[in-house]
Every structure is written in C-alpha cells, then in structure tokens.
T-cell receptor, first 112, second 118 residues
C-alpha cells in the first residue's frame, strides 16, 4: 500500500502559461465536484464547482472539465500568476449534506 | 463566498492538557460542520461530522472520547482535544455546510488551527 508522508505531485509552470491540474475520482455515484486551493498554513479556499450533469464550467481564469466516463476531473488555470502557487485539491461528494472526499492534492509552483 | 471563522489559529500546549478549537459560520446557518485533520504534505482527513443539536458522527479510527465535538448552535461548533499528547500535534480544519442558501453543497473552510503539543 501507499506509505504515509509521500510528497505531493508537483506541477511547475512559467508565469503566464496555462496550467492543467488533473484529478481521478473513484466514486461513480458522486454528484458534485469542487476544486479547492490551499496556501501554506491556511484552510482550503473554494475555487470552482461542477455538477455531474455538466462536463465543463468556466470561472474567472479557471475552467473545470469533468469526464464521467473515465472519472476524471481537471482544473485549467489561464495565464498562471505567482499568486496561484498553492496546493490544489479536488473533492467529490454525493447529493445531500454529506462530507466531501478529498483527493491527494497537487502542488502548483509558478516560476516567475 | 461564505465566511467561516476558526479560532485559535495556533496553539502550543503541554502534554496532558485539553485544547478547545472554535468554528463559527459568520454569515450563514451551518446545519452541518465537519472537522478535518491534515498532516504535512498530505490531504485532508475527515475526523467527524457534526449536525446541530445532535451527536457527532465520527470516522473510523477517530476516538470520540479524545476529540469531543459540540455543535450547540447553527453558527458554532467546537472541537476539544482532551489530554493532548505530542502525537495529536497537527493542523485541524473545520468546514461548514448548509442544506440551503449560498453554502448549499459547498463546504467553506476555516483558516485552520495549528496544534503543537510539547
């Protein structure tokens, strides 16, 4: 099995480039997906969400894509900025007031 | 987005003491609050779910007598780490969700509490 304390996957991008962060989820019954951004020493911050009846949703500089066939979620950040450097988590849940299940997270490092 | 306030942001205590962490939803009513624990470079691990006015539901492996959760009102949940030991040192984060309003389906998170037990 996976050992405790593995480093998070890291994505390094040049400032101004687009970033794509991927996430594979496990529960085919999940109805709702959220991307969170977590800066060091802080709580997760909501970025964008998408329901299972959609395959794409756009926000300001961010786009979330959902492929239910392969249970894959991605977050695209346009024109990445140094302030985007953080750990990004995908999270899934079913309908109702149930807790989110978080993915492992990806560290995004923006090179100025 | 909705605002969740968590206090304190950092606490250092001696082994054997108890520590209380507060989580408040400031601009919406949180029928459900969640408590997570996060180790360095790892994802968030759900500890328990608390519903206003009822007992918390703990995840497997989480000691309910060690991590006491109270959700006495729609805007406040507390987590008390009783008789803390060094292995309880971690980053604790609360989140609040609601069945309606702006926070529906979304969990908004507090800023977290860094607990260090000496």
């Amino acid at each position: 099995g996976e050992s405790v304390g593995l480093h998070l996957p890291t994505l390094s991008v040049q400032e101004g480039d687009n970033s794509i962060i991927n996430c594979a989820y496990s529960n085919s019954a999940s109805d709702y997906f959220i991307w969170y951004k977590q800066e060091s020493g802080k709580g997760p911050q909501f970025i964008i969400d998408i329901r299972s009846n959609m395959d794409k949703r756009q926000g300001q500089r961010v786009t979330v894509l959902l492929n239910k066939t392969v249970k894959h979620l991605s977050l695209q950040i346009a024109a990445t900025q140094p302030g985007d450097s953080a750990v990004y988590f995908c999270a899934e849940k079913d309908s109702g007031n149930t807790p989110l299940v978080f993915g492992k997270g990806t560290r995004l490092s923006v090179i100025a | 987005g909705a605002v969740v306030s968590q206090h304190p942001s950092r606490v250092i205590c001696k082994s054997g003491t108890s520590v209380k962490i507060e989580c408040r939803s400031l601009d919406f009513q949180a029928t459900t609050m969640f408590w997570y624990r996060q180790f360095p470079k790892q994802s968030l691990m759900l500890m328990a779910t608390s519903n206003e006015g009822s007992k918390a539901t703990y995840e497997q492996g989480v000691e309910k007598d060690k991590f006491l959760i109270n959700h006495a009102s729609l805007t406040l949940s507390t987590l008390t780490v009783t008789s803390a030991h060094p292995e309880d040192s971690s980053f604790y984060i609360c989140s609040a969700g609601s069945t309606g309003g702006r926070a529906k389906n979304i969990q908004y998170f507090g800023a977290g509490t860094r607990l260090s037990v000496l």
